[in-house]
């Protein structure tokens, strides 16, 4: 179960009025363009995404209509894998492992949606300021770059297009200003009728498939029964799920502190008497992660942040006074 966590924090109606509106001329104004474009258009694309010398190329079809979103994601390199998402659920399916893992909508997306719907707090994490327009599969995009106040999160650049506000690349950068990681579409349709076929399942589900819900319940933020003992600057609590582990290993409680641009997970779960996981800090791609016992209790923290805000949350993480 502890690898489907590394999923779940890794895992044309509006397009005629988004491109009549003038293109904003502050910062601030253009994020709420990328926040909404891609949750209100129609799109098709292939996009790639590049981490160090890995580059992974997908494929995403988006609908969105009076009924809500629709998208399908898949990934055409390596170990095939697409993801669902519809109005009530999303589906991550595992052909090779025939496995398909169910979850609730909601939390951060997949790229192009790196932005979430509430973003008006960002300048007190990030300096933010309009760059140069570029051209970006095709199409004129305006970037907007957010610079990391302190040490605790990585520096971004975001290129939308410039009628709809679509976000056509994104670059993660650390301080020195390297890439960190990359998504940039090659190929893209913006508006325009989605064929329902784009959106269905490509994998067949069939004898020998199991399905792994990792639906949780929300949680009042005082009723977890942990929290942060030291807060990091930036990061406040922002969501609380308990998520089933199985008949025999009880549960884990997802905790997501975020600063409305990056966030962390933190999940605790019961230690297994015969676990061989090693405490301290992984990677896994752009994550970092940090995992530490806590009495009966494993405390994972990871994140696509630098490592030492990780730690500091998982090391922070103590069981609340009852």
């Known amino acids: 179960m502890r690898r489907w966590f590394v999923a779940i924090g890794l895992c044309s109606l509006f ?33 790639t995404y590049q981490f160090g010398k890995q580059i992974e190329t997908s494929r995403i079809a988006h609908k969105a209509n009076g009924d809500g979103e629709f998208e399908r994601l898949e990934v055409l390199d390596g170990s095939p894998r697409e ?42 994490n990030y300096r933010i ?37 679509l ?16 998504f940039t579409f090659s190929d893209l349709r913006i508006g325009g009728e989605v064929d329902k076929a784009l959106l269905r399942q490509r994998y067949e589900q069939g004898d020998g498939w199991r399905v792994v819900s990792v639906r949780g ?27 089933p582990l199985g008949s025999e290993r009880g549960e884990a409680m997802h905790m997501v502190f975020s600063d409305g641009l990056a966030s962390i997970s933190v999940f605790v779960e019961p230690a297994a008497a015969d676990s061989n996981v090693q405490a301290g800090s992984s990677a896994s791609g752009a994550i970092n992660i940090f995992r530490r016992t806590v009495g009966s209790h494993l405390v994972t923290a990871l994140g696509e942040v630098p490592p030492r805000a990780v730690q500091r949350i998982a090391e922070g993480i103590e069981a609340s006074a009852q």
């Open 217 to 243: 319940d929300e949680v009042g933020k005082l009723e977890a029964g942990w929290s942060l003992r030291t807060p990091v600057p930036g990061f406040t609590l922002a969501s609380v799920v308990r998520r």
């Open 167 to 182: 976000l056509l690349k994104s670059r993660m950068i650390d301080a020195r200003g390297d890439m960190i990681e990359q």
């Open 83 to 124: 993801v669902i998402r519809s109005a009530n659920e999303v589906r991550c399916v595992l052909p090779e492992q025939r496995t398909v893992i169910v979850d609730k909508p909601g939390g951060r997306r997949a790229f192009p949606a790196r932005l979430p719907a509430s973003y008006n707090g960002l300048a007190e």
């Open 15 to 47: 397009l005629q009025s988004a491109a009549s509106a003038e293109a904003p001329s502050d910062p601030i104004s253009w994020l709420g363009r990328i926040s909404t474009a891609s949750q209100r258009l129609n799109y098709v694309g292939t996009f």
């Open 129 to 165: 300021r309009k760059g140069e327009v570029s051209r970006v599969a095709g199409y004129e995009a305006q970037s907007i770059i957010l610079e990391p106040r302190d040490d605790m999160r990585y520096g971004h650049i975001f290129w939308a297009e410039l009628q709809t506000g």
